[in-house]
């Protein structure tokens, strides 16, 4: 009895969980900026134009996140028959990667100002799409905090940019916040953890 009592303690003592409400989001805009501008000047200067236009991002603040989705790299199993057997192995099936980040709004508008932005960032008022550098949004970043707020692990999704925003129900019947949910892309993802 005494042996199992000692193993339960240890097991108690050693066992740490990540909790899910233990992350921080942000978006990080100044890698965009030095995208457009080191590719050619041209760039640059059709995105100093394109900020004249949309104006400033909306500053998204870390209480504003509610959820965020992470995407994971997806393999799948490829077949190679030899003669009488088969060697298998995983290829990655990667076509970048989609994620979604619920946001709750607060009483100024902030979140559906983003979209707009967003959206404005991706086609000009006459229906045209913007050049691939000017239509991302930032690097786009997911910080996993530990009981003592220090970052264990972090996700920067580089040069993400807005795919759509799910519609939003403004109801009567309830009062309760109001929710996005916008899904965002991006080709790149960086995974750092602990040092």
Known sequence: MTQVNDSIRSFFGTKSIQKTDQFLFSIDQTANLSLA???????????????????????IENWHTRNFVLPNLNFQREIFPRGNFTKSFPSMKYEGFTF??????????????????CQRRTVDESGFHMFESLNRIGNLRLDALDEFNEVIYKFV??????IEATPVSFDYSQSTQTLWT??????????????
């Not at 000047?41 to 500053?59: C, H, N």
Request: aromatic share 14%.
């Open 157 to 162: 999704f580089e040069e993400a940019y807005y």
């Open 100 to 117: 979604t980040v619920t946001l709750e709004d607060d009483s100024v508008g902030t979140i559906p100002n983003f979209v707009n932005w």
């Open 37 to 59: 501008t080191n590719k050619n000047k041209r760039l640059g200067s059709m995105k100093i134009a394109l900020d004249k236009r949309t104006g400033p991002q909306p500053v």
């Open 182 to 195: 916008i899904t965002f892309a991006s080709d790149f993802v960086k995974f750092s953890g602990q040092k």
